[in-house]
């Protein structure tokens, strides 16, 4: 049977009038069940304690528990197939973090990427990084580690916690940007390279700063210098890398997104509750305590984030020749 045209044109606008309605209800009753935030690391690490912090927090403005999921491997893959994997709905979160936006180069044949797969909900936070020697290391400035490095080419050990990282890729980029050659030697994990370090099998590493402050703090080790573009409150006497290495600059990140489809409503409402969130003094007091910058956008600025640390890990991995394990 055909309907007249003005009654069709009735019987569409009214079927996009009930589906506005039924999109407003759906964001009005979320969320009506408990929330996961999927982790990349381990329990205990950093981003995990900032997860549980905010998802605290986020829990008591959303009226639903927020439950942490860790699932660790594959360089933060894992949780980001789980989540790209789970409905579109608002109720599985990824925390978002700079891997993500390596693994888009290092991993170039994966089905899944946070750049297709994961709509950029908020950020959270920025991280600097330091440069770490054993205190037996003859250089005790950036200038006297650059000096000794060219003197001493092929010697030196630059740690990591592991291939591809950013503990890895900081020194791939100050590696590209001073001509140094030294040699990196991965381990698994932040303890066990750590522990070569304080032993001495390893010269220097880069590492974050919320990981390394005991040590420093303690004379392990000795910082010298952070890659954020400013001094840190937690390290202010440690200067900056890029006043002696011009442009030479490295934060992590982490940040909240959800599967490709989540409606936008959600996607907003998420965006707002957790920049509030991020403003509470419990938050603030417990990000300072990590040596963490909070940072907070809308989500398209999250996306332009994204998109950026993409590009420039994109040039870093390819100048290294760094291929997925």
Known sequence: ?????????????SAAALSDVS???????YPSRPLTLMVFVPAGGTPDIIARV?????SHRLGQSVVIDNRPGGGGNLALQAVARAPADGYTLLLVASPHV???TLYEKSAITVTRDIVPVASINNDSFVLLV????????????????????????????????????????????????VVHVPYRGTPAAHSALIAGDVHAMF??????????????LRALGVTGKARLRVLPDVPVIGDVVPGYA????????????????????LNREVNVALAEPVVTARMAELGSE????????????IAEETEKWAKVVKFAGIKAE
């Open 23 to 29: 999109r407003v209800a759906r964001a009005q009753a």
């Open 294 to 305: 909070i940072f907070t956008g809308s989500p398209a600025d999250f996306a332009k984030l």
């Open 54 to 58: 905010l998802g605290q927090s986020l």
């Open 102 to 104: 390596i693994n888009v």
């Open 207 to 220: 590492d974050a700063v919320g990981a390394s402050v005991p040590h420093i703090q303690s004379g392990a």
């Open 1 to 13: 049977m055909k309907l007249p045209r003005r009654r069709f044109l009735h019987v569409a606008a």
């Open 250 to 269: 490295v934060t992590g990140f982490l940040g909240i997104g959800v599967p490709q489809g989540t409606p936008g409503e959600i996607v907003e409402r």
């Open 134 to 181: 054993n205190p037996s290391f003859p250089a005790k400035t950036v200038a006297e580690f650059i000096a000794y490095a060219k003197a001493n080419p092929g010697k030196i050990n630059l740690t990591s916690s592991g291939t591809g990282n950013l503990t890895h890729l900081s020194g791939e980029l100050f590696r590209m940007m001073t001509g140094i050659d």
